[in-house]
């Protein structure tokens, strides 16, 4: 547990003191923000920065900081270093200046940053690219909120009508002016998802568990071992570590509990609500702190329940037998490899929080990812009619772009659902497309402040990071070559590569 207080004190603190250090860059000042200037009772309206707040907290949380800090566990301690040095100097920094920079460019969205100041090919890229990853966020986070909601109402053939219901709320929510239901009922989902996480954080200082320290991660050989099924080695920690090794597959699997690609297509939603530039910092850099949070929490709860047995105290070993069958593995010391994540949120939060408690808890874990399925797709809609220029006052307009939108996530969500792994499988592409979407905006927000004689290293250094982070997945993954070996030969090179591209622009951009 010492790891993890340091570590919940580092976040707070880190609001306080680089927060402010990020926000004398940019400099907010009283100028008009677009939803006072631009209001179209639509997508540019003012609303009250409490609500601004959680709604953009709702926006980027989702299933990305309670899921991936679960698998990200599997890479033991080491999770919470990503998840403290990544939130503060990385992810917050993130969404606080691609928040500004929509704040001064009438409330844009991201491509349309990216286009003007990485250039119009580039632009072209990330429309295809961020719509696509925005239709993936659309089928994620259809399919674990319905498996949840299944498993509190209605057992197993109940998926497919929650899958239907959930889309169905999509569709209208996408559709309807953000202050009709977004406005109203995302800050109560959000003081869910805060309560929720407040009631484990009880818990575990009730609990004081003895957990994995940063200072012990060479023991983690040992917390579970391998075990021989129908003659394969069904691996332990050990074992999947040397099949994802830990850099960069880490950096991939806890994405929104440090940075997240995603969060740049979703605070120019906020950018069009806010009343004052000066209420930036606590909205977008404050919101990510809080995502943070959440995702210690996650991450030390798992922790407990993996390393040290802890599933044996909040689910029956009947319960987990069973789920283990399904996976063809006789018993759960192996859970780490095999768990449903969503069943994990379940069980641990009907344990700990009690009917009430839990009840209310999963809730808030629903309504993160639904929520945040419905402004992946308001995000897609404003990007397409950005990019054709189509008015979004009318109805008719906003359905001509929407219709596609929908009917694309619903492809990929029927081959998620036919394919065993499909979820894992489909989350590994959303994590690498996240972080990669990650890396344009953060170049993006580095030449901004380079060209207007801002302290460019702020995001120059997390840029060259996650890029070396996305190349070195491509290589490393199993999922694709499968060759950790070149690993720091290709992280070097792209150092190199990157750190003599950005000096050769610099230059020539000092020249102009």
């Not at 200037?37 to 900081?65: C, E």
């Not at 890229?125 to 089928?139: D, E, H, S, Y």
């Not at 209420?279 to 996650?298: K, N």
């Not at 190199?496 to 951009?509: Q, S, T």
Request: with cysteine.
């Amino acid at each position: 547990m010492i790891s993890f207080i340091i570590s919940l004190i580092a976040l707070v603190v880190g609001y306080f003191i680089y927060g402010a250090i990020v926000e004398r860059v940019m400099r907010p000042d009283d100028r008009q923000t677009p939803a006072v200037r631009l209001a179209d009772g639509v997508d540019f309206v003012a609303l009250p920065t409490w609500k601004v707040f959680m709604i953009q907290f709702l926006n980027i949380a989702g299933t990305g900081p309670i899921f991936g800090a679960i698998m990200g566990m599997r890479f033991g301690p080491a999770s919470y270093l990503w998840i403290v040095l990544g939130c503060i100097f990385a992810g917050a920094v993130h969404d606080f200046m691609s928040g500004m920079l929509s704040l001064r460019h009438d409330g844009a969205n991201l491509p349309t940053l990216i286009g003007k100041y990485l250039g119009n090919g580039t632009r072209v890229v990330m429309l295809v690219f961020t719509v696509f990853l925005l239709m993936m966020v659309g089928a994620v986070f259809v399919y674990s909120p319905a498996l949840i909601l299944k498993d509190m109402w209605g057992g197993n053939d109940t998926t497919i009508w929650w899958i239907i219901a959930i889309f169905a709320y999509y569709v209208i929510a996408t559709l309807l002016p953000i202050d009709k239901i977004i406005g109203r009922v995302y800050p109560l989902f959000a003081i869910a998802l805060l309560v929720m996480a407040a009631g484990l954080l009880v818990g575990l200082f009730v609990k004081m568990p003895h957990l994995p320290e940063l200072w012990n991660m060479g023991d983690m050989a040992q917390w579970t071992g391998s075990q021989v099924v129908d003659g394969k080695d069904t691996l332990g920690v050990a074992g999947y570590l040397q099949k994802n090794p830990w850099f960069p597959c880490l950096f991939i699997t806890i994405a929104c509990g440090a940075i997240s690609g995603f969060h740049a297509t979703q605070s120019p939603l906020m950018a069009r609500c806010l009343k004052s530039e000066r209420l930036a910092r606590p909205v977008f850099y404050g919101a990510m702190i809080t995502e943070g949070i959440v995702a210690l929490i996650w991450a030390t709860v798992s922790s407990y329940f993996f390393y040290y047995g802890g599933w044996k105290e909040v689910v029956s070993p009947e319960a987990v037998n069973e789920f283990m069958a399904q996976v063809h593995l006789p018993n759960g010391e192996n859970l780490i490899q095999y768990f449903d994540a969503p069943q994990l949120v379940n069980w641990v939060c009907s344990s700990w929080l009690g009917i009430f408690g839990g009840t209310l808890a999963v809730l808030g874990v629903v309504a993160a990812p639904i929520t945040s399925g419905d402004t992946a797709f308001r995000s897609a809609r404003l990007i397409i009619a950005e990019a054709l220029h189509f008015e979004q006052k009318s109805m008719v307009r906003r359905l001509m772009i929407s219709v596609p939108l929908f009917v694309a996530s619903l492809l990929l969500l029927i081959w998620q659902m036919e394919n065993r792994d499909g979820f894992n499988v489909l989350w590994q592409y959303f994590g690498w497309s996240n972080q990669a979407l990650s890396v344009f905006t953060l170049w993006m927000i580095t030449v901004y402040l380079a060209r207007n004689h801002k302290a460019y290293i702020i995001t120059l250094i997390p840029a060259i990071f996650m890029t070396v982070v996305c190349t070195s997945f491509l290589i490393a993954s199993p999922e694709a070559l499968g060759r950790g070996d070149l690993t720091p030969w290709v992280g070097l090179a792209v150092i190199v590569i990157a750190v003599i591209w950005f000096a050769m622009w610099l230059k020539k951009e000092r020249k102009k």
